[in-house]
């Protein structure tokens, strides 16, 4: 059953034609290596190369893009200290419009730099969740710009699922697509887009167990937000938004838990045999696959490689 | 002026279909960032992505279809602890005959296993030169195998030469070619291609000012091997070999010279910008590049990634 507010197909192909200027149709790769290692074929979607280094330029694009001329120039806003606020400064920017950005102090120069270089106004704030809550209320009331979520926003959403569209748009017969979840922006978005067009591929989740609230929801059939989460991928820390929540009880099939050990082996792995750069939380589906090999084998599997954005001097290896 | 002995625009297009089923062609990727940064249009071929993770595997692979029939029985050896060693183990057991390695006892384990896990045979000598030809020349005597030399070897850099076979097959009207110089087979074998096909291109080596045999010895139109080379760039140490000499002497335009720490930024730089692994000899290129913006400025610019094999525990950031 469709929800009349889950994005359509026609949605999700409109996005991708929106956003098509702004962001890369990044390429698939294979890794005989990995393949015979892991016994199936896996067929990686690189959005490490996306533009600002991460699937979040998707959905940032679409957001900005799909705003009203009115709502349009008093531009946009969030909190965030992650690839969320260098993806929305970038397509304000590309959009010719203002992008406020509330960050706590103790965020790192480098992504305080990044927002900045992509043209974000960034404001401090207490790093604390009332306090982020608190300035962006601010922000918005002060200039009028339209706050632009994270994750749990139907037109981000759209703009995750258009990844997915890239994928189906190679004619690749996947059994299954594993993407990882955070807020669950990706894999909402995966899951719709692989529901209209492949209904009996499976989708699912990969998740970090030391913040496995997507794993606790989806048992639970309720969403339960962790408030204390703990793992190396720093990007899959955020508990599943609503809307998020909704699509993933419909259309995901599952959700598999790897610990942090099988993560940094995973990211290891990927650095080594493919040569490319991808941020812990980028290897939370590999890690899953390799953890659960029987379930997978002989089969066409789709990973998304979420973002390389990592710091170098500080590998776990 | 052709010499006789150097091989035909001909020789390498066999080549390229020889070697076909072996190798990858390998992609062409650009980065906008690192455009603007340098003030031109570069188009990076990856050979990290290259099997065994470096353009060794051509070489190899020709110099081991190349053998006659009754050698190839015998099969293959040479000395070396780096790319060429598991690129010629790797080729050897593609083509169904032994190969023997001969390594120094000093050589990281990793290197021996890559050896073995390609099917190499390793003997292991002491870490001279003296031992390394002695022990050589043991088992070329007892096995009746073919030494196949990593770069001063016509099939070597014929096989070499079909890197930049494939990147002038992508139609793309550059106007320099810069590879990084070690021994000299990549150099050569893109030097040779591009003054068949485009002789108005101008071919650039690369070199780690550390290990700057092939600059010296360029300047004074003769062979000045280095005795004690040091740098970051690990895989350029060697020195010049002879045909590649005569070759890049006719063919190669200028050799620029960079240091270890203009190395390290340009690696950096593409594992930042480009999200891809590089080991610290296949930045040499860019280094270059960036060190003389003003004599590239606007043109269309090929760089070589000659490889990936870097251990990931050891990057110098």
């Not at 009880?249 to 045999?273: C, G, K, N, P």
Request: hydrophobic residues 40%; charged residues 20%.
């Amino acid at each position: 059953m469709i929800t009349s507010t889950f994005p359509t197909l026609e949605d999700i192909q409109e996005a991708g034609v929106r956003i098509r200027h702004m962001i890369h149709n990044t390429p698939i790769l294979t890794c005989s290596a990995i393949d015979s290692l892991a016994g199936c074929e896996i067929f990686f979607k690189c959005e490490n190369f996306q533009k600002v280094g991460a699937f979040k330029a998707r959905g940032a694009a679409n957001a900005v893009l799909k705003l009203s001329e009115k709502d349009r120039k008093k531009g946009v806003a969030t909190h965030s200290s992650g690839n969320h606020a260098a993806a929305l400064a970038r397509a304000a920017t590309q959009a010719g419009i203002p992008a406020y950005i509330v960050m706590p102090s103790s965020a790192p120069q480098i992504k305080k730099k990044a927002v900045q270089s992509y043209g974000g106004q960034i404001t401090l704030c207490e790093p604390t969740l009332a306090s982020r809550e608190a300035t962006l209320a601010q922000v918005v009331n002060k200039t009028g710009a339209t706050f632009i979520p994270p994750f749990d926003d139907i037109h981000v959403i759209e703009g995750q699922a258009t990844c997915a569209l890239e994928m189906w748009e190679e004619h690749i017969p996947f059994d299954a697509i594993i993407a990882p979840v955070g807020g669950g922006g990706l894999l909402g978005g995966t899951a719709l887009t692989t529901h209209y067009i492949s209904p009996n591929t499976k989708v699912i989740g990969a998740e970090p167990e030391g913040a496995d609230d997507a794993y606790r929801s989806f048992q639970a059939k309720k969403r339960i937000p962790l408030s204390t989460p703990n793992s190396i991928a720093d990007g899959l820390l955020t508990s599943l938004g609503e809307l998020n929540f909704e699509i993933i009880q419909e259309f995901v099939s599952d959700i598999l838990t790897v610990s942090d050990r099988e993560i940094i082996e995973a990211m290891r792995l990927i650095y080594e045999r493919m040569k490319i750069i991808v941020e812990p939380s980028c290897a939370v589906p590999l890690a899953a696959l390799l953890k659960n090999k029987e379930q997978f084998h002989g089969k066409k599997i789709g990973i998304i490689l979420s973002g390389g954005n990592v710091d170098l001097s500080k590998l776990p290896f």
